[in-house]
């Protein structure tokens, strides 16, 4: 069976070697990963902008629906953006009914986020967008390609947070935890 994914490796492209101390730019995978990461978010961002929002909506609503109870601080801090670029955006996802916030039970002053049922749909139909752009990936690729995938992705994130990130996307709600405990 011949694969539709024509790489370098078939004889096309010459792949130039890394140097061993990474002084040579790797621009061929520096460019896969921009031109991958255009069209998997170009899925999205097409139906998104048919309700007039964006990729920061994206994410947002993205981690509300997976962590229902999200403190707003631990979104800021799974975003690594500022209050205020949040504001905006969490504002719209607010006012047009995707998302709810609730004050804490314990700590009234504490403000968490839960998907409204509206939001949850939408949330759901991206991820099915992405998800479909990640099955084409991987369907004629060898049968272990998704964990190798899911390996490579963890090698990409700083070795200090791998640990956070493995537990906020393997165990929810409220598993991604940066730094230590305060």
């Known amino acids: 069976m011949e694969s539709a994914l024509q790489t370098p ?6 792949v130039p070697a890394a140097g061993a101390s990474g002084d040579t730019p790797m621009f061929d995978l520096i460019e896969l990963l921009f031109f991958a990461y255009r069209d998997f978010v170009g899925d999205p961002d097409r139906l998104l902008e048919s309700i007039g929002f964006g990729r920061a909506h994206h994410r947002v609503l993205h981690f509300v629906s997976r962590r229902p109870g999200l403190t707003i601080a631990e979104l800021l801090e799974i975003l ?14 607010l006012d047009e009914g995707y998302v709810e916030q609730r004050a804490g039970t314990a700590d009234r002053r504490q403000r968490l ?29 060898p049968p272990n390609s998704r964990e190798a995938a899911i390996g490579f992705f963890l090698a990409m994130i700083d070795p200090g947070e791998r640990d956070n990130v493995s537990r906020a996307v393997w165990r929810q709600p409220g598993a991604y935890r940066a730094g230590p405990a305060s």
């Open 80 to 93: 690594r953006i500022t209050k205020q670029s949040l504001s905006r955006v969490l504002k719209d996802l």
């Open 9 to 14: 490796a078939a004889g096309n492209v010459a």
């Open 113 to 141: 986020l839960y998907p409204a049922e509206k939001g949850r749909r939408l949330a759901l139909d991206l991820a099915r967008l992405q998800s479909a752009r990640f099955a084409r990936a991987l369907e004629g690729l």
